[in-house]
Antibody, heavy 119, light 108 residues
Framework: VQLVQSGAEVKKPGASVKVSCKASGYTFTNYHIHWVRQAPGQGLEWLGIINPSGGSTKYAQRFQGRITMTRDTSTNTVYMEVGSLTSEDTALYYC?????????????WGQGTLVTVSS | EVVLTQSPGTLSLSPGERATLSCRASQSVSTSYVAWYQQKPGQAPRLLVFGPSTRATGIPDRFSGSGSGTDFTLTISRLEPEDFAVYYCQLYGGSVLTFGGGTKVDIK
């Protein structure tokens, strides 16, 4: 099982960033994908979830309107796009899977994608 | 919205000692959906325990989880050098993930 994320990004305030998470080694549609971020020196913050089977999503309320999660079942890849970036969005962004049936936590995580927002 | 509060913020212990980490929920939660993670610098979180007492694959039996209602505990029976890290509790299973603020276990 692997979740491989795209590389680091540097963006200017007000821009958007799109991060990918490519899954392999398991049945893509049997696991939800969550996105979690971690600002420098801080804890873990949940951003949202996507069900790769039907594409349904749920976002953390504070990100509603500026975050979009999508998936491509032909490549087993999930995408997360965050818009209207500010310096407070500088963080390490992780994807993590969770079984759709009999959830048992997030057993596999991506390696993280560093997003830096700076003018 | 459930809030998870972890204590203490930092736990200073020596190798071989027992570590007891606490996670308190702001309201009663389903016991089945509490998990604990270990995170080391530069690494993604690693699932240790879920449900709240089932160890994840490959996790040594010195790690154990317990609790119900609003109070949950992660116990490390005898600290090994590789166990010094930050630990997070989590609620999962309802489409939303909620994390505690973390407890850092460092070497005394």
């Amino acid at each position: 099982v692997q979740l491989v994320q795209s590389g680091a990004e540097v963006k200017k305030p007000g821009a958007s960033v799109k991060v990918s998470c490519k899954a392999s080694g398991y049945t893509f549609t049997n696991y939800h994908i969550h996105w979690v971020r971690q600002a420098p020196g801080q804890g873990l913050e949940w951003l949202g979830i996507i069900n790769p089977s039907g594409g349904s999503t749920k976002y953390a309320q504070r990100f509603q309107g500026r975050i979009t999660m999508t998936r491509d079942t032909s490549t087993n890849t999930v995408y997360m796009e965050v818009g209207s970036l500010t310096s407070e969005d500088t963080a390490l962004y992780y994807c993590a899977r969770e079984a759709t049936e009999a959830p048992r936590g997030n057993d596999y995580w991506g390696q993280g994608t560093l997003v830096t927002v700076s003018s | 919205e459930v809030v998870l509060t972890q204590s203490p913020g930092t736990l200073s212990l020596s190798p071989g000692e027992r570590a007891t980490l606490s996670c308190r929920a702001s309201q009663s939660v389903s016991t089945s959906y509490v998990a604990w993670y270990q995170q080391k610098p530069g690494q993604a979180p690693r699932l240790l325990v879920f449900g709240p007492s089932t160890r994840a694959t490959g996790i040594p039996d010195r790690f154990s989880g317990s609790g119900s209602g609003t109070d949950f505990t992660l116990t490390i029976s005898r600290l090994e050098p590789e166990d010094f890290a930050v630990y997070y509790c989590q609620l999962y299973g309802g489409s939303v993930l909620t994390f505690g603020g973390g407890t850092k276990v460092d070497i005394k």
